[in-house]
């Protein structure tokens, strides 16, 4: 392994939050001085996935909605109690986390709708003898039997037309096609979560979107501990070689506006490569234009991982993970409204406030579309009288129940006539629509990490032999952790300088909640009932 040292420097290849969380814990664990790291990200913002921001229209987006958790974030948790929150710098990232879910607790009370605009009873799951009978069947089989299965070979017709399926399935945005192992591995992480699938009590969401929230203050904690973060910078190629069974990373091939360039890596030094990104390619749309479905890999944020894996047969096998797009693809939008009218309707008639309840899934809808209204302002700078509010459609290719058309053929306006439709609020949909500007966002490989797999299509963090490399992202392997997770990406990092650097210093393990009776039993008498 490699000392730490004031002589080590540190190359992170892309600029998400798995990227982030390796230089913190560079400096934080390893004792690497910050000028010594350089993050090397070709998109404009760091953060990756992680983003939220204001369009020059003054419309607000975020892609993605994310659920953070109490019990299986000990890695994300764990860093974001050393960063400190933009507006004081004596609290902590984590502690503003723990204070906001205090004040703003989440009990969802409409978490499943129907196609007659009624709440149902989502706390009847629905499932029978033989649903159970095949979840217990999927939790025992090892995952070297289970192999590149799909969910819906190891459950009947019944079990996906249940309550427990259709909130499960949106909470964490599964389809009935992705690998078993994941769905399985969930199962397991989340086990938790099933007495209160129907509340989602146990959700935990930043102050802000997770941009605002985490990823402008562990930037801010970064720089000013002196880290480069260069924008701009397109990671091609990396040379390595290998002797007595030994590999390192020897030379970094670069891309800027400027031409190409080669860094070379001294004795010391460490790479970082994050593989894959699953928001690749992601296109946008508004009020009346539709977000183009990009298939032919345009950005170039699979590259690098299709170059590499060219390299050694351990190095994974990206075209698992990119090679349909209709299995991975689906759209999300995000209101921004001038008028409180849709929010107030909302918190009416589902009981919730903003920010205290979850998904809200139109259970019958042919999109199966979910939206979530999130504490006002999402944003840091959102002026008042400003509202925002998210969603997303599983299912893109079905003709709408109002617009007669697929969600991936719908401008703005018209996912909004879809989602007015799928509340029944045609009282108000004449000023819902004056006053608001939709952002639509197609994203080609948003769910690719759950595609099926083989054992060796992910590589592992650190590759065998690997002395001053290792693999970042939701591409990698970290046996028993769920990918599409924060924590996931946090967990790996970790673990990366950790190992590379030969610091004994434990990671948190993962969270095992089948070790822990009161969970087991809570969640057997949910799936009993």
């Given amino acids: 392994m490699i000392d730490s040292g004031r002589t080590t420097k540190a190359y992170l290849v892309g600029g998400g939050i798995a990227a982030l969380a390796a230089a913190a814990f560079l400096i934080r664990d390893g004792g690497v001085p910050g000028e010594n790291i350089r993050i090397l990200e070709q998109m404009p913002l760091a953060g990756g996935s992680l983003d939220g921001r204001k369009a020059p229209d003054g419309a607000y987006v975020t892609r993605g909605g994310r659920m953070l958790e109490d019990e299986a974030y000990t890695c994300l948790w764990n860093l974001l109690e050393s960063i400190p929150t933009l507006d004081d710098p004596n609290v902590s990232v984590r502690q503003e986390v723990a204070d906001f879910n205090r004040a703003v607790p989440t009990d969802a009370r409409a978490r499943l709708i129907d196609r007659d605009h009624r709440i149902v009873d989502a706390s009847r799951l629905g499932l029978d003898a033989r649903d159970r009978l095949e979840l217990a069947r999927l939790l025992v089989t090892p995952e070297s039997a289970i192999g590149a299965r799909r969910i819906d070979e190891f459950f009947s017709e019944h079990f996906f037309a249940t309550n427990f399926w259709a909130m499960w399935r949106t909470t964490f945005a599964f389809q009935n096609w992705h690998s078993a192992i994941e769905l399985k591995r969930y199962f397991l992480r989340f086990l938790q979560e099933f007495p209160r699938i129907h509340t989602l009590a146990g959700v935990r969401r930043t102050r802000f979107n997770q941009y605002d929230s985490v990823v402008r203050p562990l930037t801010k904690w970064l720089l000013e501990r002196g880290v480069r973060i260069e924008q701009g910078v397109t990671v091609t190629d990396v040379d390595f070689t290998e002797r007595d069974g030994i590999r390192r990373a020897g030379r970094l091939h670069l891309r800027?506006?400027?031409?190409?360039?080669?860094?070379?890596?001294a004795e010391l030094d460490l790479a970082f490569i994050t593989l894959g990104s699953m928001t690749a390619d992601a296109s946008f749309g508004g009020d009346d234009t539709v977000p183009e479905l990009v298939r032919d890999k345009r950005d170039g944020s699979w590259t690098l991982w299709e170059t590499l894996a060219l390299k050694a047969p351990d190095f994974g096998r990206p075209s698992v993970f990119n090679g349909s797009v209709a299995e991975a693809a689906w759209e999300s939008f995000t209101l921004t409204m001038r008028s409180p009218a849709l929010l107030k309707r909302i918190e009416e008639y589902s009981g919730n406030a903003p920010g205290t309840g979850a998904l809200m899934t139109f259970k019958d809808s042919p999109w199966?579309?979910?939206?979530?209204?999130?504490?006002?302002?999402?944003?840091?700078?959102?002026?008042?009288?400003?509202?925002?509010?998210?969603?997303?459609?599983?299912?893109?290719?079905?003709?709408?129940?109002?617009?007669?058309?697929?969600?991936?053929?719908?401008?703005?306006?018209?996912?909004?006539?879809?989602?007015?439709?799928?509340?029944?609020?045609?009282?108000?949909a004449e000023e819902v629509r004056a006053s608001t500007t939709i952002t639509?966002?197609?994203?080609?490989?948003?769910?690719?990490?759950?595609?099926?797999?083989?054992?060796?299509?992910?590589?592992?963090?650190?590759?065998?032999?690997?002395?001053?490399?290792?693999?970042?992202?939701?591409?990698?392997?970290?046996?028993?952790?769920?990918?599409?997770?924060?924590e996931y990406s946090v967990r790996g990092a970790m673990h990366a300088v950790h190992q590379l650097l030969?610091?004994?210093?434990?990671?948190?393990?993962?969270?095992?909640?089948?070790a822990e009776p009161a969970t087991v039993l809570a969640a057997l008498r949910t799936a009993l009932a």
């Fill in 368 to 428: 199966l579309m979910s939206i979530v209204v999130p504490r006002q302002p999402h944003f840091d700078g959102q002026p008042e009288g400003v509202f925002t509010l998210w969603g997303y459609g599983l299912f893109m290719d079905a003709p709408g129940d109002f617009t007669g058309k697929p969600m991936a053929a719908c401008t703005g306006r018209e996912i909004l006539t879809e989602l007015l439709g799928q509340l029944g609020f045609d009282d108000i």
């Fill in 440 to 486: 639509s966002v197609m994203m080609p490989y948003i769910t690719s990490q759950f595609a099926r797999r083989s054992t060796h299509d992910r590589p592992r963090v650190i590759p065998h032999g690997a002395r001053n490399f290792a693999f970042l992202g939701q591409y990698v392997e970290i046996p028993e952790d769920v990918v599409f997770t924060v």
């Fill in 256 to 265: 800027r506006a400027s031409g190409p360039e080669t860094v070379e890596l």
């Fill in 502 to 514: 030969g610091l004994d210093l434990p990671v948190p393990p993962v969270h095992h909640a089948l």
